[in-house]
């Protein structure tokens, strides 16, 4: 990896330059206050908004059996999965690099007979080998998000957004934009149309791309169908009229429909959302089978979050969105600083704890760099040295000149 | 192993059976909710009083390379420790054992230069090959704790353990007993006396079996001295004032004085602890140059966290403590369950919002389980089904007969 690649990975979340880049593996950094506090806190804040929504939460494991979590929708994750043996049953473990399956897995085991619809949430770390993309910044990754599980309806994506946008309202992220995808409309279109198997790889590049001339090279008999629904990409409510005029084979009118049903169900719960529809984009999306959406903070390039709905295990249907913490907190202000405030050895001790319990952080003397009776001036010098903003004498608290 | 150790290791917080034992490996749990959110409440709330004495939460990462984290006193973790190759480098990487060492690296690297006392905090993920004792239940470990870096005084071990104290008492843990010990006192007591090398380790066993006749035996000029320090264990006034009358060789004698002036600076910040000393201790200390503490529930064979003065990188001393918040919240009541409401489809969307504000949790009537306009039986049907106490209809909330 070449230098400048290993710092990009290896950057802190402040984008402080690594104290020294050979001492942690590329794409792991140690976190600081307070930005160690800021992760920990938001998190905190976004389970609690799940937590609100009857999301319940759950909490899988950091390694699994490589034939379970591996198993299913999760064999996509396989090559980005660090495997450890287990020396007890000599059968392969794996780190996991994503917690989706995890929930899975549980939502068909251990709560197949919870009832439906069945919400969850989560908060962890996940390892990837490398990371996906070079815009991503480490191989640790945090996730945390929610699976709304069983029912298949327009309010179900609708409710999974919204949750989501409240999540980021409750933090502070502003301007978000919510972009909804139907990745599997075109596949569905291309078959339907009998566009031939040598063509679609080079057809799907060019929508890929945006690339209308490419595309009505390639496109043959649904060429100007796709070109249209390049076209129809754009703020929601415009799109899903564009779309309604769009003439389509069975399938892919049935995706575009649930599109514009869930465009309609989310405007019903919240109707003040940045809302763009793009019929077309199915980059990264690998097992969904409906809408999706990527969350932006307009602006910059970088995901907050991404979802959309899927067949869990057993297939049964499935709507999440997952936001990666360690990414979302690069777009909030950092932890509000506690008010430090430096105990001289005469400080009495229920007037510390008054302190504490209305937030602030009471750092006590310590000899020998505080001995006892060295006087106001010490005290002082030392107060400052540690970076408290005011000192308690007595009962007295007093900010620092 | 067994199938009997495998469930021993495998069971969840709350003592359900495991789904299937085969689906996790052993040592590796899913926790569910109330389990899941009581840990994660609880461990935010051990942070909350950490912060609230001065300590900056840090967070280093889950892996790193097996020279850092296994150099200096690291290296006692070797062989609890999962490898993994980064293809990148071509070196190992450990997935951390304990976050101990980390918080060492960083304070002598990249914190080197922070103003001490440097105290940090810290809560994570731990990952050992096999369980470290029998009673231990996984090999997915949390820990949670503190380091205080630099200053080497009784007031500064009385300072970790009386935080400590603070975080259990504020997490509501009943009766604990704060055992503190001084590992390094006999052995300088045995190398003081001239004890040989051949008779030392049967001498160190038969004092780790409190057992009197063979320290009698064994322990030639300075047997009726270990008899005595064994006598002395007990509740902490008493042992201080009995290890006061044992007369000891200068090293050990040092260690004996620490010991008690740590007690009496324990006493001065927090009167009311159930404190034991046990000056002849050393088992499962290994690094440890000082003063050591070990807390239990009453009455309950687990260790709810462990800490004590030890040589941080560089020799600079540091005293720490660690809880496991795994163990811990088998000791506490779990987290309040949420008030859940059922949202009938015509309910208010401000009136749930006023309910969510208040720590409800509502739960969204989605198609097709709940069609619109199915009627008030049915909607209370689905509440019922779902879990919930109360119904939301329009603005009204009614609680479920």
């Known amino acids: 990896m070449t230098g400048a690649a290993c710092s990009a990975i290896g950057r802190s979340m402040t984008d402080d330059p690594p104290f020294s ?194 595309v009505a090279e390639l496109g043959g008999a649904v060429a100007e169908t796709l070109i249209a629904l390049l076209r129809a990409a754009g703020p929601a409510e415009q799109a899903v009229e564009q779309l309604a005029h769009i003439s389509l084979p069975p399938r892919a009118r049935a995706f575009s429909e649930r599109l514009a049903a869930t465009v309609t169900a989310l405007r019903h719960v919240k109707p003040d959302l940045c809302l763009t529809v793009d019929p077309v984009e199915f980059r990264g999306w690998k097992y969904h089978t409906g809408v999706c959406v990527t969350l932006f903070a307009v602006g910059r390039a970088e995901e907050l979050g991404r979802g959309g709905r899927y067949l869990s295990n057993e297939n049964e249907p499935a709507c999440g969105l997952t936001f990666r913490p360690d990414v979302l907190f690069r777009a909030i202000p950092p932890a509000q600083a506690m008010r430090r405030i430096y105990l001289a050895p005469d400080a009495q001790p229920q007037a510390a704890a008054r302190l504490r319990a209305e937030g602030c952080a009471t750092l006590a003397a310590l000899p020998p760099e505080a001995p006892y009776r060295a006087g106001p001036e010490h005290d002082r010098a030392e107060a400052r040295r540690l970076g408290c903003s005011h000192i308690l004498s007595g009962a007295t608290c007093t900010e620092l000149d």
Chains 1, 2 share one sequence.
């Open 21 to 214: 880049p050979a001492l942690l593996p590329a794409g792991f950094v140690d976190l600081l206050t307070p930005d160690a506090r800021t992760e920990a806190e938001g998190v905190a804040t976004l389970m609690g908004v799940f937590a609100s929504h009857g999301y319940d939460r759950v909490r899988p494991p950091l390694m699994e059996f490589e034939e379970t979590l591996l198993a299913g929708a999760g064999a996509a994750l396989a090559e980005q999965s660090f495997r450890v043996m287990d020396p007890d049953t000599r059968k392969m473990m794996v780190l996991r690099p994503d917690i989706t399956p995890q929930i899975a897995r549980m939502a068909a085991t251990r709560l197949g007979a919870a009832p439906r619809p069945l919400r969850l949430s989560y908060a962890g770390t996940c390892v990837v080998v490398m990371p996906a993309a070079a815009e991503e910044s480490g191989r640790q990754i945090m996730q945390a998000g929610i699976e709304l599980i069983g029912p298949d309806s327009p309010q179900a994506d609708a409710e999974v957004v919204a949750v989501g946008a409240e999540a980021l309202a409750r933090l502070g992220v502003p301007d978000v934009s919510f972009d909804l995808t139907m990745p599997p409309l075109v596949p569905a279109l291309l078959e339907e149309a009998g566009i031939s198997a040598a063509v679609r790889p080079a057809l799907m590049r060019a929508l890929d791309r945006k690339d209308a001339a490419a």
